[in-house]
T-cell receptor
Framework: TQLLEQSPQFLSIQEGENLTVYCNSS?????LQWYRQEPGEGPVLLVT?????EVKKLKRLTFQFGDARKDSSLHITAAQPGDTGLYLC?????????????FGDGTTLTVKP | GAVVSQHPSWVICKSGTSVKIECRSL??????MFWYRQFPKQSLMLMAT?????????EQGVEKDKFLINHASLTLSTLTVTSAHPEDSSFYIC?????????FGPGTRLLVL
C-alpha cells in the first residue's frame, strides 16, 4: 500500500503571508495532482506534475515534483482569503493499480483578512 | 473540459429506503470512475472503482451488497445506497479518470433520518 504524508494538517495565517504545503512518500508515483476543495463541493484540480524536478506555476501558486517523483510541494505567495480551503495531494499509480490514486490526508488552510 | 456532474446534490431520506446517486462525465468518456466518501474535515476515502461494462472493485471493508455500483456506459456510473441507515449519512463524491488524472464531481450530501 502506498502512502502519502501531507503536512501540515492545519494552517492558519494572515493575508499576505507565504506558506508551503508538503506531500511526502517512500513510493514513486507516475504523476502527482494537487486539488483544492471548498466545503460542500468536490475537489477541483489545480495541477498535474509528471516529470521529476518539474516546477509549475499557477499565478501565486508554485508546485514542485521531487526529482525522484516521491514528493511534492505547494507554495503560495501572498496568500489571500480566497485561498482558504482543503488542499489535497494525490499520487497517480497509473495502470499498475487500475488507475487509482493515493490521497494525502489534506491540509486545511485558513487565510484571515 | 473534463467536467463531471453528480445528481442529486443533496438528498434526505428515511431509514430503510434506497438512494441512487448518478455520476456523469459531461465532455469526455470515462472507462473508469471512482466513488469516495468524505467525513467532515477529512480526506477522501475510496469506496470502489467502477469499470464500464464490468463489475466494480470494492475496497476492503465496503459492503458490495449495500453500495451497489453500475457503470453501464462510458459517461455514467451510479451508486445506490440500499437500505440506508443514519450511519450512511455522509458526503459522497465521484471522480472520472481522464488520462490518469481524476476529475471530481461536486458531491452529494446524503442525510438519512
Amino acid at each position: 500500500t502506498q502512502l502519502l504524508e501531507q503536512s501540515p494538517q492545519f494552517l492558519s495565517i494572515q493575508e499576505g503571508e507565504n506558506l508551503t504545503v508538503y506531500c511526502n512518500s517512500s513510493s514513486v508515483f507516475s504523476s502527482l495532482q494537487w486539488y483544492r476543495q471548498e466545503p460542500g463541493e468536490g475537489p477541483v484540480l489545480l495541477v498535474t506534475v509528471v516529470t521529476g524536478g518539474e516546477v509549475k506555476k499557477l499565478k501565486r501558486l508554485t508546485f514542485q515534483f521531487g526529482d525522484a517523483r516521491k514528493d511534492s510541494s505547494l507554495h503560495i505567495t501572498a496568500a489571500q482569503p480566497g485561498d482558504t480551503g482543503l488542499y489535497l495531494c494525490a499520487g497517480g499509480e497509473g495502470r499498475t493499480n487500475a488507475g487509482k490514486s493515493t490521497f494525502g490526508d489534506g491540509t486545511t488552510l485558513t487565510v484571515k483578512p | 473540459g473534463a467536467v463531471v456532474s453528480q445528481h442529486p446534490s443533496w438528498v434526505i431520506c428515511k431509514s430503510g429506503t434506497s438512494v441512487k446517486i448518478e455520476c456523469r462525465s459531461l465532455d469526455f468518456q470515462a472507462t473508469t470512475m471512482f466513488w469516495y466518501r468524505q467525513f467532515p474535515k477529512q480526506s477522501l476515502m475510496l469506496m470502489a472503482t467502477s469499470n464500464e461494462g464490468s463489475k466494480a472493485t470494492y475496497e476492503q471493508g465496503v459492503e458490495k451488497d449495500k453500495f451497489l455500483i453500475n457503470h453501464a456506459s462510458l459517461t455514467l456510473s451510479t451508486l445506490t445506497v440500499t437500505s440506508a441507515h443514519p450511519e450512511d449519512s455522509s458526503f459522497y463524491i465521484c471522480s472520472a479518470d481522464l488520462r490518469e488524472t481524476q476529475y471530481f464531481g461536486p458531491g452529494t450530501r446524503l442525510l438519512v433520518l
